[in-house]
């Protein structure tokens, strides 16, 4: 189990707390914010921090400004949304180089309750090598370190990792981490069962260690997308012009053997929708497994498929997800991914969560967000943590 100092076990009053929270969000040309999700999900751990009579000092990245000030990737949209959505002033730290003269101003300046944001830590080429000296200017500002970005949990940057060496006080969990490792680290190493897990997307290759863990701790494992194109190819069956990775046929037997020797049931589609091209509008019909005809390609999971799949997630008790089971984002092809939310969304009693990315975007399109237990912030870090891997950002927090 991950027992992780959070924000509840420390006392903040009159101390400088640096919150390193994911406020990496979708832009327009405008430079208008165009989904707020993630400085909503944030809210929780600053107003605590507020309330608690904190100096609070928030930073975050935004794109990929490669080292560089992007003026379209300044954090200044992030410092004025956020004022709103707190009802109180939110004050910008416009350095070029994060921690610089207004950072350092308006710092010593913070009462009780204040709130600063910087600027974005990607500004500076360090942050992503976790080079030791923007750790320490980061830390100089701080008295106490809190981290609430699981997004890159599983990357050593200054402003999630590097900065913990050099912080004197507690370096803690914010509430956004500590769900992410309440559901996705210890539910799946410390499940109900029967346990499911769903793994959807486009490659094995991507899942390989995922798959690989999974079948270690689960009761069933279901594969859908276009992964599962490769278990049928291992078979000899055609799989027309389908995602197929050619490398990855042995490992697919390899997983199906192991689940065997696990006892672990491991279901694949047994139906198919194809279509003779990659477009919502291309002609489409059903054919049954091993039944691909060679000109044309699998988009999503048939009817029998999704049925299959429903009725093996109707006992459980933990259902973890990660990827779709076709291409969701045509409405001809969400049939089969619309199917397994459903039958995720209507079990009682059961932990049902979704690991970030792809799946976590089409449970929120389809209109399944609410019915769910968890739906984590972090596609790669969700990925890492389903394979067992420790997370930087994790591992860098106290333990209790």
Known sequence: M???????????????????????????????????????????????????????????????????????????????????????????????????????????????????????????????????????????????????????????????????????????????????????????????????????GAKVSSKISVINNLLEKVDTLIIGGGMAYTFMAAHGEEVGQSLLEEDYKEYALEMEKKAKDKGVKLLIPIDTVVADDFSNDANFKTVGRGEIPADMEGLDIGPESAKLFADAVKGAKTVVWNGPMGCFEMPNFAKGTIEVAKAMADLQGATTIIGGGDSAAAVNQLGFGDKMTHISTGGGASLEFLEGKELPGVAAADDK
């Open 2 to 200: 991950l027992n992780k100092k959070s924000v509840d076990d420390i006392n903040v009053k009159g101390k400088k707390v640096l919150v390193r929270c994911d406020f990496n969000v979708p832009l327009d040309a405008e430079l208008n914010i165009t989904d707020e999700n993630r400085l909503v999900a944030a809210l929780p751990t600053i107003k605590k921090l507020i309330a608690d009579g904190g100096k609070v000092i928030l930073c975050s990245h935004l794109g990929k400004p490669k080292g560089e000030p992007k003026p379209e990737l300044s954090l200044a949209p992030v410092a004025k949304r956020l004022s709103e959505l707190l009802g109180q002033d939110v004050k910008f730290a416009a350095d070029a180089n994060v921690v610089g003269d207004n950072a350092k101003a308006a710092v010593a300046a913070m009462k009780d309750g204040d709130v600063i944001l910087l600027e974005n830590t990607r500004y500076r080429a360090e942050e992503t090598k976790n080079g030791e000296a923007f750790s320490k200017e980061l830390a100089s500002l701080a008295d106490v370190f809190v981290n609430d970005a699981f997004g890159t949990a599983h990357r050593a940057h200054c402003s999630n990792v590097g900065v913990t060496d050099f912080v004197d006080g507690d370096c803690v969990v914010g509430y956004l981490m500590q769900k992410e490792i309440d559901f996705l680290g210890n539910a799946v190493n410390n499940p109900e069962r029967p346990f499911v897990a769903i793994l959807g």
